[in-house]
């Protein structure tokens, strides 16, 4: 299974300009934390890479780097979840 | 990653008891060994184990406690098993020959102890993995 590193990290000159405009939107947390799940994704591919390669010893070190990806995966699944639920329920208002 | 610590210290006493099976097994299939590269007879080995603290960031630290590392790997200090066998090729002048002063009951019960406590560490992990599970539960319903 392949991860595709496809949350680009924010440029420094991005971010500065940002953090001058005032404080970290939402859109900006949660990319952050995206990019942090993605990270454990590629931690625990590799994990399981090298354990197939002969290079990690330790079985459980394997199991414990995919056990953090796949809960935090689920995290990030259950907050989406909950953006688009608000998203609906705002598209839905009678005006 | 803060929000798996439990999976962290688990994790290390994982990593330690993993190396205490490894030194029991290195016992006991040295029982018998009289050639090492230090000369003379093999010695039993034990581990030493270390509380592994956190690096301070604030003032007043709130838990610090980060699971545990190997201090180092000893080896028995007293004296090796003497046994009469003149014809062993290690034997001395007066026909004895020198094994490894390794006890069985008490490797063993050391082998026990180390898989109960590596069963104990995974119970750790799978609960905090299961109360995570749970709180993303919350709202769903």
Do not use: C, W
């Not at chain 1, 440029?11 to 995206?34: M, R, Y």
């Not at chain 2, 993993?18 to 040295?30: E, G, I, P």
């Not at chain 2, 030493?48 to 960031?57: I, N, P, T, Y």
């Amino acid at each position: 299974m392949r991860i595709n590193p496809y949350v680009v990290p924010l440029s420094p000159t991005e971010k500065e300009e940002k953090k001058a405009s005032g404080p970290a939107t939402f859109g900006d947390l949660f990319q952050e934390a995206l990019q942090k799940v993605n990270r454990q994704q590629l931690e625990a591919e590799e994990a399981l890479q090298g354990l197939i390669s002969g290079e990690v010893e330790d079985l459980h070190q394997v199991m414990i780097a995919g056990e953090k990806a796949r809960l935090s995966l689920q995290l990030t699944v259950q907050l989406t979840n909950k953006v688009i639920e608000a998203y609906r329920e705002i598209t839905r208002m009678q005006i | 990653m803060e929000l798996f610590t439990s999976f962290h210290i688990s994790g290390s006493a994982l990593t330690a008891e993993k190396l205490r099976v490894d030194t029991v097994a290195s016992n006991l299939a040295n029982m018998q060994t009289t050639r090492t590269a230090a000369g003379g007879p093999y010695r039993r080995k034990t581990v030493v184990f270390a509380e592994r603290l956190a690096r301070v960031r604030q003032a007043p630290p709130s838990f610090l406690g980060r699971g545990v590392r190997v201090a180092a790997v000893v080896e028995d200090p007293n004296p090796p098993r003497l046994e009469y066998d003149p014809e062993h090729p290690d034997a001395d002048e007066e026909g004895f020959v020198a094994y490894p002063n390794i006890d069985l009951a008490k490797e063993m019960t050391d082998l026990i102890t180390a898989s109960r406590s590596y069963e104990a560490n995974t119970t750790v992990i799978n609960t905090a993995k299961s109360l995570y599970l749970k709180a993303l539960e919350i709202g769903r319903g």
